[in-house]
């Protein structure tokens, strides 16, 4: 009986904050990321991708950031614990760099020197090494992203993949930057996605960390809370 409870309080938490209109207006979406607006509309996030990393150096220390187009997002909330709605597969783009081998064969010319027999020349082969850069899509699972929070300059926003001194380096996401956050299925598939706290105005990246918590050039859907 006691586990029969314990199951139930479980499933009743997991769907904790999902209201039935909100349930029954995500049913016939499609895969994606998206938002609930103000008037309670659902409206899907178009991704965004990293437009490559710089360094920030300084005396005895450095930091390395990813870096998004923009100063803000054109999607700016007032709700300070908004709440997402994703729906697999979720694209997230990862580059795949493919080695192909060509060979080439130069073989003989006959010698048609006057006078002289045609001789047969020495067959030479030459190996020749091509590489193809190849850019694949592949869909992410939902339970994998986070919520972080972006730095911002005049023309664009960074995250912070790595830094510190020549005695203490790290890489990885600064936990500083790391939203914590509840995942919840949703009946009929797909799950919501809201911060646990609410979040203090300023620029945010829903994505998906590569190897060792580093962004890679993939996919990310940006937001910004107003103040």
């Given at each position: 009986m006691k586990l029969l409870?314990?199951?139930g309080l479980i499933a009743i938490s997991g769907f904790a904050g999902q209201s039935t209109d909100d349930i029954r207006a995500v049913e016939s979406l499609g895969?994606?990321?998206?938002?609930r607006s103000a008037d309670g509309l659902w409206t899907k996030m178009e991704p965004i991708s990293s437009r490559g990393f710089e360094s920030r150096p300084a005396f005895m220390s450095a930091k390395a950031v990813a870096v998004y187009s923009g100063a803000a997002s054109a999607i700016q909330m007032v709700d300070r614990r908004p709440t997402f709605y994703l729906k697999e597969p979720i694209l997230t783009m990862l580059t795949t760099v493919v080695t192909q081998s060509v060979s080439s064969t130069t073989t003989r010319a006959a010698d048609?020197?006057?006078g002289l027999?045609?001789?047969p020349s020495p067959t030479v082969t030459l190996g020749e090494t091509s590489s193809t850069y190849s850019i694949a899509t592949q869909p992410g699972a939902a339970h994998n992203l986070v919520i972080v929070?972006?730095?911002k300059r005049k023309k664009q926003r960074e995250l912070t993949y790595a830094g510190g001194s020549v005695f203490?380096?790290?890489s990885g996401i600064d936990p500083c930057?790391?939203?914590e956050t509840a995942l919840s299925p949703v009946e009929g598939g797909g799950y919501f996605l809201r911060p646990k706290i609410e979040l203090k105005p300023?620029?945010?990246l829903i994505l998906m960390p590569g190897p060792m918590g580093i962004p890679v050039y993939g996919h990310g859907f940006d937001f910004g809370v107003s103040k």
């Open positions: 409870v314990a199951i895969p994606g990321v998206y938002y048609s020197r006057k027999a045609s001789a929070r972006l730095g203490n380096f790290r930057d790391l939203v300023g620029e945010y």
